[in-house]
């Protein structure tokens, strides 16, 4: 049979048309018999788009020459480009040389040599936690799947009798309430930004912490708070410690930016060490994408730290307890992921367990912080240079870590969008990491102006 002419030119042709008929018929029987999807739009409604990742497109897709992004949270150099810190390549280059490098499954914990280490690097390789055997260590995906694993946890086995709710900062990094809802865990606020002083309001915080029903979690930011970047002083945590002991609330704590918030990796892990030298038991979220320039490798580990003292049932030792923490751990882990990814970790624990690596490894971390630190000084000056006014943009350099909360208003930030290019979160925040010699007169000079236009009726008074 010619594809010109259709018309079957034996019995052959004629048994293939028909059995192609046949199949045509049944489809169609089957569509006309099948029921409409159980999935209506009342049933799985349309999702939002996540905020961040909206921005980001928006931001790819504009074809200004002088577009500014200060949404992302990823370290960028001076040329506005990814960073490979030289410690990573000199690691993944031995892992590439090593002849015996597979690609076999890890254990459910995680690959031990990265578990020990981020233990020692979180806690402090004296800790008594350590010592004593009663933390113990799984990796993760990334800070985000340490959360997720420890919100899992808790609901499944803290006692909390009056279904006692997770307190965030408000703000605080959008995803915590995702993934602590997901596991039904009620979430309420306490106060944390002030806008009036755009630093901390310690005062609204500790009151609400301190009339929280008896054993409520409290999530707290190690350092370096995402999205405001205003941290607590040692004498505020000490004074926090005491209200959350006396109510017996439980701590959890993420920690996203050891080492990349002040450049000093014990000094940015104080908090964290302080309570469990108080005897706290706790957990912790800890995240290697910040510090080891890891992003995509979801590299990241869940820390608990079990009381001193041993659970009333069984006196043994609190290493007794610790080790039921850990198996119900593993059965949670087991049931979601399995087994951990490989690569970010070995990354990681080849540098975490190299002194030479290591020492280099702080150097680069005083490089990145470095670089946000000049950034925050510069667009402060910038700033109050244009305005006349000294001090007025003084909460830039008080601040730390990757972001800044500027106090612009949600106007404002459309503003600076439309007409300026330049791209951050509505509530104001800027990545410090976005900034850079090559933009910064640009953004501090369309800052200026747009503040100056809507002064009079913005919240923000410069």
């Not at 979430?187 to 310690?202: E, R």
């Not at 209200?243 to 930016?257: G, L, M, N, Q």
Request: glycine share 6%.
């Amino acid at each position: 049979m010619s594809p010109l002419n259709p018309t079957p030119s034996n019995s052959s042709d004629t048994s293939e048309i028909t059995t192609q008929l046949s199949r045509l018929s049944n489809i169609s029987g089957h569509m006309a018999g099948s029921a409409p999807s159980v999935f209506t739009a009342d049933r799985v409604p349309q999702a939002p788009e996540d905020p961040l990742f909206g921005l980001m497109t928006a931001y790819r897709n504009d074809t200004f020459e002088k577009k500014v992004d200060l949404g992302i949270g990823a370290y960028r150099d001076n040329d506005a480009k990814p960073w490979v810190l030289p410690v990573v390549k000199k690691a993944d280059e031995i892992l590439r040389n090593d002849p015996n490098l597979n690609h076999e499954y890890l254990p459910i914990s995680g690959l031990a040599d990265f578990t020990s280490a981020a233990q020692k690097l979180m806690l402090g390789a004296d800790s008594p936690a350590i010592e004593e055997k009663r933390v113990t260590t799984l990796q993760t995906i990334s800070g985000t799947g340490a959360l997720h694993l420890g919100a899992l946890f808790l609901s499944k086995f803290l006692p909390r009798p009056h279904n006692q709710a997770i307190y965030f900062s408000n703000p605080t990094w959008a995803n915590h309430h995702q993934i602590f809802s997901n596991v039904h865990i009620p979430i309420k606020t306490y106060p944390y930004f002030s806008a009036q002083t755009k630093g901390l309001d310690f005062d609204g915080m500790y009151s609400t912490i301190a009339s929280a029903p008896e054993g409520s979690i409290i999530l707290l930011h190690a350092c370096a708070h995402n999205p405001t970047g205003v941290d607590l002083t040692k004498d505020q945590w000490i004074k926090l410690s005491s209200i959350i002991r006396e109510k017996s609330h439980f701590p959890f704590f993420d920690c996203a930016y050891q080492g990349f918030a002040s450049g000093d990796l014990n000094q940015d892990a104080w908090a964290i060490r302080y309570f469990i030298s108080q005897g706290f038991e706790t957990c912790i979220a800890q995240s290697f994408a910040k510090n080891f320039g890891l992003y995509g490798e979801r590299a990241g580990a869940f820390h608990f730290v079990t009381s001193p003292t041993p659970a009333s049932d069984h006196p043994s030792s609190a290493s007794d307890t610790i080790t039921r923490i850990a198996s119900q751990l593993a059965i949670c882990q087991r049931s979601e992921i399995s087994n951990p990814p490989a690569y970010g970790a070995r990354i990681a624990s080849t540098v975490l367990n190299s002194p030479p690596l290591f020492s280099e490894w702080e150097q680069n971390l005083l490089t990145m912080s470095g670089r946000i630190k000049e950034m925050r000084s510069a667009l402060r000056s910038y700033l109050e240079e244009l305005n006349g006014k000294q001090g007025s943009w003084k909460h830039i350099t008080e601040q730390i870590g990757m972001f800044s909360f500027t106090g612009l208003s949600e106007g404002q930030v459309g503003e600076l969008r439309s007409r300026g290019h330049i791209y951050m979160t509505k509530n104001g925040r800027i990545s410090m990491a976005g900034l850079n010699t090559g933009n910064l007169a640009y953004v501090a000079d369309w800052i200026d102006r747009v503040v100056r236009e809507t002064e009079s009726k913005s919240d923000l008074k410069i």
